[in-house]
């Protein structure tokens, strides 16, 4: 991660805001891929912040959506500036060992820690930034202290050696199991079609508050399938991964990253199609449901998905009856 210390004028800023945001679009999802690679309720730490025994799983998870909160500030404050947010990221990485995961996550808040807290700005020059900055460094202090207690947790219960989730080779044959891949893979990318026009629609305010609860509802569709993977033998995928000789999978793109810009008629008809999509393999899911548990969770994810489809078809017509809207 480049580190922008002295901000001198807004070229700099922009970059050190972009760097920023291409970092906590990558965590936000890296943390997911390591909290959906560990068993749920198995490891268990006093958390120093919430004084109470946590999940490790679930923590991580919750660190995962704080981070995605991150990114929507950065994106909207680049927006503000007249920049298209980025959507690339820095490199996505998931080891063998759920305590190196836990490491790497720890090691990337203390950077990026360190990047909010050490930009230096003249006096006077965007007050209202430096103070997100510093507001959002003091959530990833947080942060690391958490993942710091779940490491030496771990340790001090002699489970350093242990393994990630290895997925059941006989699960991944299963049609059902490849059909929740292929769903997971379709919501994450629906996830940012719909941040992506949060952010261009943003001075909108009810639209991009429309939008941005349909990118927040396919955000926990992802999560659960993430989770409902697991229930049937298998592990949640890293797009575009390769494999390394010490046993890591790396991704420098873990998700989509180029969208073009567009007006509201153009965004609505891109996500209505999307929503069909997504229905579709849904209702195939569904049918190949092999638990009443897995059955019952995928229709609940495909109501919310019939119910976003309506929303556009409504934000469409109500947008082509207004002459000059764009």
Do not use: C
């Amino acid at each position: 991660m480049k580190k922008i210390r002295n901000i001198s004028n807004d070229k700099d800023l922009i970059q050190l805001l972009t760097i920023s945001l291409e970092h906590e679009w990558a965590v936000s999802f890296e943390y997911l891929f390591h909290a959906y690679s560990m068993p749920k309720g198995k490891y268990l730490y006093q958390d120093p912040v919430l004084m109470t025994q946590t999940d490790v799983r679930a923590q991580t998870i919750q660190i995962a959506i704080d981070e995605m909160y991150h990114s929507q500030q950065f994106a909207l404050v680049l927006h503000g500036l007249g920049v298209s947010p980025s959507f690339k990221t820095d490199e996505v990485i998931r080891f063998p060992r759920t305590v190196d995961n836990l490491r790497r996550d720890k090691s990337t808040e203390d950077a990026v820690t360190d990047l909010y807290q050490s930009a230096r700005f003249p006096e006077g020059h965007h007050p209202q930034i430096q103070n997100m900055l510093l507001n959002i460094a003091g959530d990833e202090v947080r942060h690391g202290r958490q993942f710091q207690a779940m490491i030496e947790t771990m340790i001090g219960r002699g489970e350093a050696e242990d393994r990630i989730i290895q997925p059941d080779p006989a699960a991944e044959a299963k049609d059902e199991v490849r059909l929740l891949h292929d769903l997971s893979r379709l919501e994450n990318d629906i996830v940012h079609r719909y941040l992506f026009f949060v952010f261009l629609f943003s001075d909108h305010q009810d639209l991009g508050l429309r939008l941005f609860k349909n990118s927040i509802d396919h955000m926990r569709h992802w999560d659960k399938n993430s989770g409902l993977l697991i229930k049937l033998g298998s592990l949640i995928r890293i797009e575009n991964a390769e494999r390394r000789p010490d046993g890591s999978e790396r991704s420098i793109n873990p998700m989509p990253d180029i969208y073009p810009d567009a007006d509201r008629r153009t965004a609505l008809d891109t996500l209505a199609a999307a929503e069909d999509t997504l229905i579709g393999l849904y209702e195939a899911a569904v049918a190949s449901a092999p638990t009443a548990e897995v059955r019952d969770q995928l229709n609940f994810h495909l109501s919310q998905n019939r119910e976003h489809r309506l929303t556009q078809e409504w934000l469409l017509a109500n947008a082509l009856r207004i002459k000059g809207l764009k």
